[in-house]
């Protein structure tokens, strides 16, 4: 959105792409655009520290401060204007700035291969674009130094490979180990938790609970459950050898409640 003011259109500073570096002479010829329809382009070429004190930015310590005497240093338009120049107008501080880019470049796990690949590639092409000379093994030993850790067996395989890869040769193999990898993960079932069940054992004997029973008539008839080596019933009688049991033992039952087992006898099949 561009701005009208002393009936003037001026155009909208936010769409100036920021400073990376990179752009600096794109970048400072856009600025000074902007500043020259602002009139105000004069406070980078004009000294104005002595005539303009408000051209100055200025830090000072307290003069009451036990630490030393009073300092003031002032800086101006100038002053921050040529720092930037310096640092990013002249040949040599871009090439320290691509260069200082290209080497802190690393890959983590957390993002796609192929898309720190391109990165890595728009870092090589910002060397190269600066008259800076690099053979393409060269570049493909850089950046097999920053594979993840993920990768590290896959970088020793390759290390040790008697053919030395360029950069190219060496990206074709990263994209065919990374299209193996998701394969391989796509593939993989996943692990689902193992049923378990929690049995209760006393004296080496695995009890069964029976938590719900339907009668239709005799209910002092007792259930069979042929898979327990124990049983309940509800009629003494039919216990043979049945004695009382003295030592408050307890049934687990399904639902975590335990049942008190007032006897226990034998039961003769006919």
Not at 234 to 249: A, C, M, S, V
């Amino acid at each position: 959105m561009s701005i009208k003011t002393s009936n003037k259109i001026l155009p909208d500073l936010s769409k100036l792409e920021p400073l990376d570096g990179t752009n600096y002479r794109r970048w400072s010829k856009k600025l000074l655009i902007f500043f020259e329809q602002l009139e105000f382009d004069y406070v980078l070429t004009t000294d104005l520290s002595s005539s303009d004190p408000s051209a100055t930015t200025s830090t000072s310590s307290n003069p009451e401060s036990s630490t030393g005497p009073s300092t003031t240093v002032a800086v101006t338009d100038q002053d921050i204007w040529s720092t930037l120049e310096s640092r990013y107008g002249d040949d040599a501080g871009r090439k320290k700035y691509v260069v200082g880019k290209w080497l802190q470049f690393r890959m983590t796990d957390d993002k796609p291969v192929v898309e720190q690949i391109h990165e890595y590639e728009n870092l090589v092409a910002n060397v190269l674009s600066e008259g800076m000379k690099m053979c393409k093994i060269l570049q493909a030993n850089v950046l097999l130094e920053k594979f993840p850790l993920s990768w590290n067996d896959y970088r020793n395989h390759l290390k040790h490979k008697k053919k030395d890869l360029k950069l190219q040769e060496l990206i074709s193999h990263m994209r065919t180990e990374e299209t193996n990898r998701l394969k391989d993960k796509k593939g993989r079932p996943s692990q689902k938790p193992t049923p378990q069940a929690n049995l209760a054992e006393q004296d080496s004997e695995i009890i069964a609970a029976i938590v719900e029973a339907n009668l239709i008539e005799n209910k002092t008839d007792w259930i069979l459950d042929t898979g327990a080596s124990r049983y309940f019933c509800t009629n003494r009688e039919l216990l043979h050898d049945y004695e009382d049991t003295i030592d408050g033992e307890c049934v687990p039952m399904k639902n975590l409640a335990t049942v008190g087992v007032i006897g226990k006898g034998n039961v003769i099949l006919k």
